[in-house]
């Protein structure tokens, strides 16, 4: 199974600041179409997950351009330009190229 | 409004065995891959199944071999998961997801229920 490592674990971050979390995958997520599977996405307090970027770097309908998402075949990052209230929650990566669909172990984003 | 809700959660026993449901309604159900996902305070968030549209396609996680099984009734508009000879560690939310396929781009988990809680415990 693929391996996905996030970093960090957890994020205190100031509103209006910028936030960063990464993501490494145990081996490349090019798939043999030219697609990169990688998907982040957001679980609020009390909601299901919803997807923010899929395709590493495709903002999902209705995701505010603050988030976006960039990487390699390994590497890969999740940028908030402008930390607001609203984001507080835990952020997954998650990689589809290969089965078993894997997820990293979650980041928690709160307010200092 | 593309809506998914998932039924059927509770506490059983150790061994024992439950039905997951998930309904949906605002899409062509048949046309989609559809997903359980479950996510525990242990593991965090972990795939179990993928089915295809015309429910002949089935992938599962190792985790589940043998004890879950997953079908889908088109005509209701309905996925399921059959679990079977529970254990502790099956103690999660588990969300039935659709898979969007469009653009070009897959393995898009756009939709998610809010989640049945399945308590395995004596």
């Known amino acids: 199974d693929i391996v996905m490592t996030q970093t960090p674990l957890s994020s205190p971050v100031t509103l209006g600041q910028p936030a960063s979390i990464s993501c490494t995958s145990g081996?490349?997520?090019?798939?043999?179409?030219?697609?990169?599977?990688l998907s982040w996405l957001q679980q609020r307090p009390g909601q299901p997950p919803r997807v923010l970027i899929y395709?590493?770097?495709n903002r999902f309908s209705g995701v505010p351009d603050r988030f976006s998402g960039s990487g390699t075949g390994t590497d890969f990052t999740l940028k908030i330009s402008r930390v607001e209230a609203e984001d507080v929650g835990v952020y997954y990566c998650?990689?589809?190229?290969?089965?078993?669909?894997?997820f990293g172990q979650g980041t928690k984003l709160e307010i200092k | 409004e593309v809506q998914l809700v998932e039924s059927g959660g509770g506490s059983v026993q150790p061994g024992g065995s439950l039905r997951l449901s998930c309904a949906a309604s605002g899409f062509t159900f048949s046309t989609y891959w559809m997903h359980w996902v479950r996510r525990s305070p242990g593991e965090g968030l972990v795939w179990i199944f993928s089915i295809n549209g015309d429910g002949k396609t089935i992938l599962h996680a190792d985790s589940v071999k043998g004890r879950f099984t997953v079908s889908r009734d088109n005509a209701k508009n309905t996925l399921y998961l059959q679990m079977n000879s529970l254990r502790a560690e099956d103690t999660a939310v588990y969300y039935c997801?659709?898979?969007?396929?469009?653009?070009?781009?897959?393995?898009?988990?756009?939709?998610w229920g809010q989640g049945t809680l399945v308590t395995v415990s004596s």
């Open positions: 997801v659709r898979e969007d396929c469009s653009g070009g781009h897959c393995k898009k988990f756009d939709y």
């Open positions: 998650m990689q589809g190229t290969h089965f078993p669909y894997t």
């Open positions: 081996q490349s997520l090019v798939h043999s179409d030219g697609n990169t599977y």
């Open positions: 395709s590493l770097s």
